[in-house]
């Protein structure tokens, strides 16, 4: 594992239990509850993570009802792959290199299906994930290889190389 990896892994007391894959640690979990139509029940506020991915860990599809910010924080640029709610997928890179179309930060809208991959193996990414309303499982699924290639035949190949099966 790349030496700048481990030492964020420990600085940040990051743990490899998420079940999208990948590091993280909880930072933030709003007192504050948020009671909307669409959810059964109320929500904190806002929630926040600090997640990283190292080599060829991948963040395996999955999809929420709240909104996601991801912002970089340091390391090699990911890519986010983001099937919106019409089908059509995006690519977004997240890092420091604004020149090369890169982006400090980037929105995931509520409802689409999303991974994430870093874009150097020899490497690793550290960001942060906002989520507003507040994350909570009961909004979150994890992507089913048959469901989606179902769903978005058109994108088979990235869904395949970016959900577990």
């Not at 904190?44 to 080599?55: D, K």
């Not at 978005?152 to 869904?159: G, L, M, N, R």
Request: aromatic residues 14%.
């Amino acid at each position: 594992m790349n030496k700048n990896a481990e030492y964020w892994i420990n600085k940040l007391n990051l743990q490899e239990q998420h079940p999208e894959g990948g590091y993280f640690a909880e930072t933030y979990k709003s007192e504050k509850l948020v009671g909307l139509p669409e959810y059964d029940g109320p929500r904190r506020a806002c929630t926040a993570i600090y997640y990283m991915l190292t080599g060829e860990q991948f963040a395996s599809f999955h999809i929420m009802r709240s909104d996601e910010l991801w912002h970089f924080y340091a390391g090699n640029s990911l890519t986010l792959y983001i099937i919106e709610k019409d089908g059509r997928l995006s690519e977004l890179r997240l890092g420091a290199d604004i020149d090369k179309g890169e982006f400090l930060q980037a929105i995931v809208k509520s409802c689409s299906w999303f991974a994430a991959s870093v874009n150097n193996t020899s490497s690793y990414s550290l960001v942060g994930c906002t989520v507003s309303p507040g994350f909570d499982y009961r909004d979150w699924k994890l992507g089913d290889i048959k469901t989606l290639v179902t769903l978005y035949p058109q994108h088979q190949s990235i869904i395949e190389k970016y959900t577990r099966s």
